[in-house]
């Protein structure tokens, strides 16, 4: 499975950026994708989930999957600098592998 992320950015606090996460591979083999996201020092943190069975998170965001294009997004709107942070997309095969994509920076700025 190979996972390309985008959509990362600069934006102001209250701003607006949808992050994608496009699947290739043996897509069939995923049971469910995460965000997660990290600033130095410290350790990813779970950010969304969407799982294949309809169990979903994403806090504040939103996560949604267009199946035809094999993608997950992450709609995250009203952005705090907080949020800043590079993200990154995971996916969890049904054998418990994982993958993961290369990061994407979202920079918000006050």
């Known amino acids: 499975v190979q996972l390309q992320a985008s959509g990362g950015g600069l934006v102001q606090a209250g701003g607006s950026l949808r992050l994608s996460c496009a699947a290739s591979?043996?897509?069939?083999?995923?049971?469910?994708m995460r965000w997660y996201r990290q600033t130095p020092g410290k350790q990813r943190e779970l950010v969304a989930t969407?799982?294949y069975s309809g169990t979903n998170y994403a806090g504040r965001f939103t996560i949604s999957r267009d199946n035809a294009k094999n993608t997950i997004y992450l709609q995250m709107n009203t952005l705090k600098p907080e949020d800043t942070a590079v993200y990154y997309c995971f996916a969890l095969g049904a054998d418990g592998a994982a993958y993961w994509g290369q990061g994407t920076q979202v920079t918000v700025s006050s």
């Open positions: 969407f799982t």
């Open positions: 591979g043996s897509i069939f083999s995923i049971n469910a």
